[in-house]
C-alpha cells in the first residue's frame, strides 16, 4: 500500500473566493500531494478587488481547534497566514510551542494586494515577539519586511530564514532572495507576469510548507515553491472584474 500523505496544518482566515486565505492553503496543500488540516483564525468578507471586513475568532477558539487535532494526529508542516489578532498570535505561539521540532512557515500578511489592512500595530508586535522565534522560514514581500524591521531584525528575533519576494519592486523580473543566519543562502529570479493576483502569497508559503513536510532542505524548498507558485500565476484567470486567481 502507498504511504499516507504528510500531514500540515494551516493557520488562517477564511476568503470566500477561494483565491487567498484557508481556501488557498488547501488547495496548495493537496496539490502538492499533502492532506491540509486547516485551523480559521478569521472570518472575511471579500471579493476580488479586496478585503472589506475582518472578523477576528477568539483566540481560546483557535487553540483549541489546532489543540484537539494535535492531540490526535502528528503533523509534519505548519503554515501561518493572517492570524487576525495579538492574542490569536500569542495562542498559535503557545501551540507551536508544544511541537518545536515541525517546521513552520509564517506569510506575516499585513495588507491585502489592494492595500486592506490586515495586522495593526498590536498584530504586528505580538507576530515579531511570539511567532518570529518559532518560525523556520518567514515569507515577507519587501513591503512586510520593512514592516517587521528587515531581514537583519527578524533573523535575530529567531527567525531561521527570510525569503524576500520581489513582488512590489519595479523591476522587469521578480527576484526573491533567500536570507539565512551567513546571508543570502539563494537568489532566483522569475518572468513578472502582466496580470495582479490574488493569493500569490499564500500559495507560495503553503508550497514551502508542502515541500518541508515531504522532506526537502529548505533552500530546495523554497525553489520548488516558487516554481509551483509562479506556473499557478501563470495558468491563473480573472473570473470577474478584480484579480486574476491562481490555478493551483
Known amino acids: 500500500m502507498p504511504l499516507p500523505p504528510p500531514l500540515v ?68 508542516a505548519f503554515k501561518i497566514g493572517v492570524v487576525a489578532s495579538a492574542a490569536n498570535a500569542q495562542a498559535i505561539a503557545a501551540v507551536l510551542a508544544a ?19 490586515l495586522a495593526g500595530s498590536a498584530t504586528l508586535e505580538a507576530l515579531r515577539a511570539h511567532l518570529l522565534p518559532r518560525t523556520t522560514v518567514l515569507t515577507p514581500n519587501t513591503l512586510e519586511a520593512l514592516a517587521l524591521g528587515g531581514v537583519a531584525a527578524c533573523l535575530a528575533r529567531g527567525c531561521q530564514y527570510v525569503l524576500v519576494t520581489g513582488t ?9 532572495s533567500l536570507h539565512g543566519a551567513a546571508g543570502v543562502v539563494r ?24 515541500r518541508l513536510a ?12 516558487q516554481d509551483y507558485t509562479w506556473h499557478a500565476l501563470e495558468r491563473g484567470f480573472r473570473p470577474a472584474s478584480g484579480q486574476h486567481l491562481p490555478v493551483r
Open 214 to 225: 515531504h522532506g526537502d532542505p529548505v533552500p530546495e524548498a523554497a525553489r520548488a515553491a
Open 187 to 210: 537568489e532566483d529570479r522569475w518572468p513578472r507576469l502582466p496580470a495582479s493576483y490574488h493569493g500569490s502569497g499564500c500559495t507560495l508559503a503553503s508550497a514551502i510548507a508542502a
Open 99 to 117: 511541537h518545536p521540532r515541525v517546521p513552520v512557515v509564517l506569510d506575516p500578511v499585513l495588507a491585502s494586494g489592494r492595500g486592506d489592512a
Open 9 to 76: 496544518l494551516s493557520f488562517a482566515a477564511t476568503d470566500p473566493t477561494g483565491g487567498a486565505g484557508l481556501q488557498a492553503d488547501v488547495l496548495t496543500l493537496a496539490a502538492l500531494g499533502c492532506h491540509p488540516l486547516s485551523v480559521a483564525t478569521a472570518i472575511t468578507v471579500q471579493d476580488t478587488h479586496g478585503v472589506a471586513r475582518v472578523q477576528a475568532l477568539d483566540a481560546r477558539l483557535v487553540a483549541e481547534q489546532a489543540e484537539r487535532l494535535l492531540a490526535e494526529v502528528a503533523v509534519a
Open 168 to 176: 512590489h519592486a519595479d523591476t522587469p523580473e521578480v527576484v526573491n
